[in-house]
């Protein structure tokens, strides 16, 4: 398995146009619901459980990133900042989950993955620049 700062998910960030992360994380989080909404649908009781698991932390990045940009200093910032990484990396697992388990296709999965592992790269790269400055 790629690791999720690998050299290739860098270049694919540098290539296109900055967007900000507050809108990306919200667009992400209405992914996570439309996921949720579909495997409550399914009669797999496993599917309900970790699509609910996956809900929570998908959209508690969002709700972070939003907290963080009314943190009180900047070591409040990269705190919140970090809650959200760590909730993006548990959306990631729960993914995972989902995809090796065979509730969802890998396929249908596969794109939300990738958006999943850029969301924790951009997040861990906003940590990191902002410990940079003094």
């Given at each position: 398995?790629?690791?999720?700062?690998?050299?290739?998910?860098?270049?694919?960030?540098?290539?296109?146009?900055?967007?900000?992360?507050?809108k990306?994380?919200?667009?992400?989080?209405?992914r996570?619901?439309?996921?949720?909404?579909?495997?409550?649908?399914?009669?797999?009781?496993?599917?309900?459980?970790i699509?609910?698991?996956?809900?929570r932390?998908?959209?508690?990045?969002?709700?972070?990133?939003?907290?963080?940009?009314?943190?009180?200093?900047?070591?409040?910032?990269?705190?919140?900042?970090?809650?959200?990484?760590?909730?993006?990396?548990?959306s990631?697992?729960?993914?995972?989950?989902?995809?090796?388990?065979?509730?969802?296709?890998?396929?249908?999965?596969?794109?939300?993955?990738?958006?999943?592992?850029?969301?924790?790269?951009?997040?861990a790269?906003?940590?990191?620049?902002?410990?940079?400055?003094?």
């Amino acid at each position: 398995m790629q690791k999720i700062t690998d050299g290739d998910t860098q270049r694919k960030m540098k290539n296109k146009k900055p967007r900000d992360i507050r809108k990306r994380v919200f667009e992400y989080s209405l992914r996570a619901i439309k996921l949720y909404q579909s495997l409550q649908e399914g009669k797999d009781s496993v599917g309900w459980i970790i699509s609910k698991q996956y809900l929570r932390s998908a959209t508690a990045i969002g709700a972070n990133m939003e907290e963080a940009q009314a943190g009180e200093s900047r070591k409040d910032f990269i705190h919140k900042c970090s809650i959200a990484l760590k909730e993006g990396r548990e959306s990631l697992y729960w993914l995972r989950l989902l995809a090796e388990s065979g509730i969802i296709a890998k396929e249908r999965i596969t794109p939300l993955i990738a958006e999943t592992e850029e969301l924790v790269a951009v997040i861990a790269k906003i940590i990191i620049n902002t410990k940079k400055k003094k």
